[in-house]
T-cell receptor
Framework: AQTVTQSQPEMSVQEAETVTLSCTYD???????LFWYKQPPSRQMILVIR??????QNATENRFSVNFQKAAKSFSLKISDSQLGDAAMYFC??????????????FGQGTILTVHP | DTGVSQNPRHKITKRGQNVTFRCDPI?????LYWYRQTLGQGPEFLTY????????KSRLLSDRFSAERPKGSFSTLEIQRTEQGDSAMYLC?????????????FGPGTRLTVT
């Protein structure tokens, strides 16, 4: 079974600075997807960024980028120029690629990010 | 396109009662997922549908839980004989076919409190 681990229950960052959230995962699959989701307080979860395991290039979305280390099974999220609106719970998630269970997400425990003005 | 909607947003019930939640996915999304999230934890997969077919159920989904998606549109999740351990946020998500299946859109959730 696949597992996702986020070892940082809480992180904080000053506005305009950079923060990195960590995630490790375990799988025996060779092809899969990794995601970072953001869940603001009392608001619904939204997708921040997605990485296909077969792609060597790290995904980027504006101020958000990932460091995907397939051999180490590590998938960290870097938020640059942090903004107050980035404050939320961040979840790392895994999905198989292909097979009947493709798309089904396995989530980590989450990291609460606080942004200080 | 108004996004994924869930009703009710909050439900308080007494132990032993039955409850039913509804999820309306984004139109034309053929996949629909149910997850359960307890306070301070990540969501856990419960079940999912492709069109009207329920393709997988988690071992978390005991016999007291049942989900349907008639005609491949909205879905309902029913919990019979609720227990205090059922208290959680129940999240619904939908996705499109093909590579779109890897981009799930979540609803606001239904928070269940069992007293």
């Amino acid at each position: 079974a696949q597992t996702v681990t986020q070892s940082q229950p809480e992180m904080s960052v000053q506005e305009a600075e950079t923060v990195t959230l960590s995630c490790t995962y375990d799988t025996s699959e060779s092809d899969y997807y990794l995601f970072w989701y953001k869940q603001p307080p009392s608001r619904q979860m939204i997708l921040v960024i997605r990485q296909e395991a077969y792609k060597q290039q790290n995904a980027t979305e504006n101020r958000f980028s990932v460091n995907f280390q397939k051999a180490a099974k590590s998938f960290s999220l870097k938020i640059s120029d942090s903004q107050l609106g980035d404050a939320a719970m961040y979840f790392c998630a895994y999905s198989r690629a292909g097979g009947t269970s493709y798309g089904k997400l396995t989530f980590g425990q989450g990291t609460i990010l606080t942004v200080h003005p | 396109d108004t996004g994924v909607s869930q009703n009710p947003r909050h439900k308080i019930t007494k132990r032993g009662q039955n409850v039913t939640f509804r999820c309306d996915p984004i139109s034309e999304h053929n996949r629909l997922y149910w997850y359960r999230q307890t306070l301070g934890q990540g969501p856990e997969f419960l079940t999912y549908f492709q069109n009207e077919a329920q393709l997988e159920k988690s071992r978390l989904l005991s016999d007291r839980f049942s989900a349907e998606r008639p005609k491949g549109s909205f879905s309902t999740l029913e919990i019979q004989r609720t227990e205090q351990g059922d208290s959680a946020m129940y999240l619904c998500a939908s996705s499109f076919r093909g590579t779109g299946a890897y981009e799930q859109y979540f609803g606001p959730g239904t928070r269940l409190t069992v007293t």
